[in-house]
C-alpha cells in the first residue's frame, strides 16, 4: 500500500474508521497511523473521535460503542 492509494480509498468515502482501514488494506493500525498523520500534517485529512464523528446522537451505531478513530478527507 502506498500514500497514494490511501489517498484515494479515503477520498472515495465520507468518514471511515481505522478498523475499516486495517480490513481493507489487510494490515495493522500501527502500519497505517504513521500513513494517515503525514496525510493530517499537510492538512489534507481530519482525525475525530467516536464522540466527535457523531456526537454521541447515535446510540445504536458502532462509532458511539469504541474508541476508535475515524478519519476523513477534507482536501
Given at each position: 500500500?502506498s ?5 484515494e480509498?479515503?477520498q472515495?468515502?465520507?468518514?471511515v474508521?481505522?478498523d475499516?482501514?486495517?480490513i481493507?488494506?489487510r494490515?495493522?493500525p500501527?502500519?497505517l ?8 500534517r ?7 473521535t467516536?464522540?466527535s464523528?457523531?456526537?454521541g446522537?447515535h ?8 474508541e476508535q478513530n ?6
Amino acid at each position: 500500500m502506498s500514500l497514494l492509494e490511501l489517498k484515494e480509498y479515503l477520498q472515495g468515502r465520507d468518514i471511515v474508521s481505522i478498523d475499516d482501514l486495517c480490513i481493507h488494506f489487510r494490515t495493522s493500525p500501527e502500519t497505517l497511523e504513521p500513513m494517515l498523520e503525514q496525510w493530517i500534517r499537510k492538512g489534507k485529512l481530519r482525525k475525530e473521535t467516536a464522540d466527535s464523528s457523531c456526537g454521541g446522537r447515535h446510540s445504536t451505531c458502532s462509532c458511539g460503542k469504541s474508541e476508535q478513530n475515524w478519519y476523513q478527507w477534507i482536501g
